[in-house]
């Protein structure tokens, strides 16, 4: 099995900045995709921002500009540093990965974290 830890959430007010941190660990074989994605009570979950293997990265447009998304392929992890918050990015933001185990018959998985509360105050 591969799993999720998130850390860096929390309480901050509109304008300010923070910085989420995913960790994978596990089973890996390959990491494809990883990337964070957010939801609001009563809503879908949504596409903050992802990056490949090679770097190739993918926003939603409300973010652009603001947020930034970095891994490091060899330590397993990505990073996503939010500026310029504003109330309504207030969400859970879950940490997404995707790819291969490690294994003589490797499987696809596609895994997410327990989520971090984000609460921006205006």
Request: hydrophobic content about 35%.
């Amino acid at each position: 099995q591969v799993q999720l830890v998130e850390s860096g959430g929390g309480l901050v007010q509109a304008g300010g900045s923070l910085r989420l941190s995913c960790e994978a660990s596990g089973n890996i074989g390959s990491i494809d995709a990883m990337g964070w994605y957010r939801q609001t009570p009563g809503n879908q979950r949504e596409l903050v921002a992802n990056i490949t293997t090679g770097g190739v990265t993918n926003g939603a447009d409300s973010v652009k500009g603001r947020f930034s998304i970095a891994r490091d392929n060899a330590k397993n992890m990505v990073w996503m540093q939010m500026n310029s918050l504003k109330p309504e990015d207030t969400a859970v933001y879950y940490c997404y990965a995707d790819g291969l185990t490690d294994s003589t018959s490797p499987t696809w998985y596609a895994v997410w974290g327990q989520g971090t509360q984000v609460t921006v105050s205006s």
